[in-house]
């Protein structure tokens, strides 16, 4: 699998890269200045261009990025993140009903939150 690893100041980005990569994924560093807007033409832009480039299946991220989001549905690319935040007001964004996302939170309150409100 080729992903796209959303690339901040996140903790645990070494080995979660090791961990894909040892799996034997193609693990491809993404960084754009506009990752934590809600909106972004630049970013998403950008982004679709590097998944195209790449040719990424999937792409990934600590904590949840609505413009990561929108560019990963526009490509109709799985988008994976591993929310580690709490609380974490992104995850309140209007894109997280996407098919194309897979969010996992350690929160179980926030889990049953949002499975209560359709986001399963």
């Not at 100041?9 to 809600?38: L, N, T, W």
């Not at 480039?53 to 413009?67: A, L």
């Not at 929108?70 to 993140?81: I, K, L, P, Q, W």
Request: glycine share 4%; hydrophobic share 40%.
């Amino acid at each position: 699998m080729r992903i796209l690893f959303l690339d901040w100041g996140c903790f645990g980005k070494p080995e979660a890269i090791q961990a894909m990569e040892s799996m034997h994924h193609r693990v491809y560093p993404f960084m754009h200045e506009d990752y934590q807007c809600q909106h972004s033409d630049a970013f998403v832009k950008a982004a679709c261009d590097y998944i195209k480039s790449h040719r990424i299946d999937t792409c990934f991220s600590f904590n949840y990025y609505p413009v990561m989001a929108d560019a990963a549905h526009e490509m109709n690319v799985r988008y994976v993140s591993f929310l580690y935040d709490s609380p974490y007001v992104y995850i309140y964004a209007r894109n997280l009903s996407y098919e194309t996302n897979h969010v996992f939170v350690f929160d179980g309150g926030l889990a049953d939150e949002l499975i209560a409100a359709g986001h399963t």
